[in-house]
């Protein structure tokens, strides 16, 4: 009768910590937009690395043309960027996605 009893309190504990378990979120993908790896998106990477090189040694942003400014705009302004990157740094992918809507 102890075992039967064991049995069904062991039962009824493992079915109420299943019940309260919270529901699975499955992620899904989406294709968004595909990387620039061209030649000549390289060199404009390489520019933009001048321009961070050059705010970093004491410039004002008044001191960088139009276009210079447009480059930091498309490959943002962090120093440890990479051509390679998928989204630019920053501190979460929380963040990024907010900024990106």
């Avoid at 009768?1 to 979120?25: D, E, G, H, N």
């Avoid at 400014?69 to 302004?77: D, I, N, P």
């Amino acid at each position: 009768m102890k075992k039967l009893v064991l049995l069904f309190i062991a039962i009824c504990l493992s079915a109420a910590a299943y019940a309260q378990q919270p529901k699975t979120i499955v992620l899904k993908p989406v294709i968004g937009a595909t990387p620039d790896l061209s030649a000549q998106a390289l060199k404009e990477f390489e520019e933009t690395n001048r321009v961070r090189e050059k705010l970093r040694k004491g410039a004002s942003g008044g001191a960088i043309t139009e276009k210079e400014r447009e480059l930091l705009e498309k490959y943002g302004e962090s120093e440890d960027a990479s051509f390679w990157d998928v989204l630019p740094g920053g501190c979460s992918w929380y963040l990024l996605r907010r900024r990106a809507l």
